[in-house]
């Protein structure tokens, strides 16, 4: 469903289960930053109606989900530690040229939102089925399919402001892209890298 061309090494969620509180630190701030994507699609974007009703909602949603990280950090006995740079993202960004018209990089934009959120989806569902801890594992279910919506509402975005062929040629390259980029990754305490 999700497209992605390479899934996650299983292994990852051994990687998870010995560094849970790095995991959930990590996720925390990858939740405020889906709230701060939305809310910076709403001040780029305002003449897109639709798209800043989405965001609004969405912005809201995604605070609940740090709401929810955050109180689990805490009920764990911990506090939320410091925000670390997201080696997938500073790496999938660099796919698109800079520049070019607004309806460019406003398709540009949502495609990297709509991955981002898919690979995360597809994250939390190994940890929905592979986590020991069945608390946790049924924590990540729920957000699996929150994910799941934000990916597809993302990508219909893209294919709805901008020329359909080109948009989809577009996802399929960049889907080849990052699967390089995973190639890399999986080898850390952080949800994509």
């Not at 995991?23 to 001040?43: F, G, M, N, P, R």
């Not at 993302?154 to 989809?168: C, P, T």
């Amino acid at each position: 469903m999700l497209g992605l061309k390479l899934p996650t090494d299983p292994r990852w969620v051994n990687i998870v289960e010995k560094n849970i509180d790095e995991i959930l630190t990590d996720h925390a701030y990858c939740e405020q930053k889906a709230a701060s994507t939305a809310i910076s699609l709403i001040v780029s974007f305002p003449e897109y109606t639709e798209l800043v009703e989405e965001m609004i909602a969405l912005s809201r949603e995604e605070m609940g989900h740090f709401k929810m990280v955050h109180d689990l950090i805490l009920k764990r006995g911990n506090t939320l530690g410091r925000d670390r740079k997201d080696e997938y993202v500073i790496e999938l960004i660099k796919y698109f040229p800079k520049g070019g018209s607004r309806t460019t990089q406003l398709v540009h934009r949502l495609l990297y939102a709509a991955l981002i959120e898919a690979r995360s989806c597809e994250r939390f569902r190994l940890l929905s089925e592979e986590l020991e801890d069945k608390k946790l594992a049924e924590f990540y279910h729920k957000l699996m399919i929150s994910e799941a919506g934000h990916y597809t509402m993302f990508l219909k975005f893209a294919r709805k402001y901008g020329d359909l062929e080109e948009v989809n040629k577009k996802w399929n390259s960049l889907l080849e892209y990052e699967a390089q980029i995973m190639k890399d990754l999986g080898k850390k305490e952080s949800i994509h890298g």
